[in-house]
Nanobody
Framework: QVQLAESGGGLVQAGGSLRLSCAASGRTFSFSTYNMAWFRQAPGKEREVVAA????????YYADSVKGRFTISRDNAKKTVYLQMNSLKPEDTAVYYC???????????????????WGQGTQVTVSS
């Protein structure tokens, strides 16, 4: 069974930083062959992709709203994907989820329907 466990969320003032981690586990889960992504969902809004990274870490995608402020990375040896969030804004407040896409295309996909494994989410709250 595959499990994704997010950590690192919390309350931060606008302009601050947080680093989210997502640790993958599962005896048969080949983390290094999966593309990974971070999504977020704010109250009353649809879930949206924030950033995605391919299996090797050589290709990334960022939503326009976070470009230049967030950085996605991964450590395949540790089976962990990260989201470094800088210059946080109140509009970044949401529950953040990591997700895994089994199709290891070189360009990571953006649609949530492609991601078959999901974590439980971690709350990020940015105060003004």
């Amino acid at each position: 069974q595959v499990q994704l466990a997010e950590s690192g969320g919390g309350l931060v003032q606008a302009g601050g930083s947080l680093r989210l981690s997502c640790a993958a586990s599962g005896r048969t889960f080949s983390f290094s062959t999966y593309n990974m992504a971070w999504f977020r969902q704010a109250p009353g809004k649809e879930r949206e992709v924030v950033a995605a990274i391919n299996w090797s870490g050589s290709s990334t995608y960022y939503a326009d709203s976070v470009k230049g402020r967030f950085t996605i990375s991964r450590d395949n040896a540790k089976k962990t994907v990260y989201l470094q969030m800088n210059s946080l804004k109140p509009e970044d407040t949401a529950v953040y989820y990591c997700a895994a896409d089994p199709q290891g295309f070189n360009t990571p996909r953006r649609g949530s329907n492609w991601y078959i494994y999901w974590g439980q989410g971690t709350q990020v709250t940015v105060s003004s």
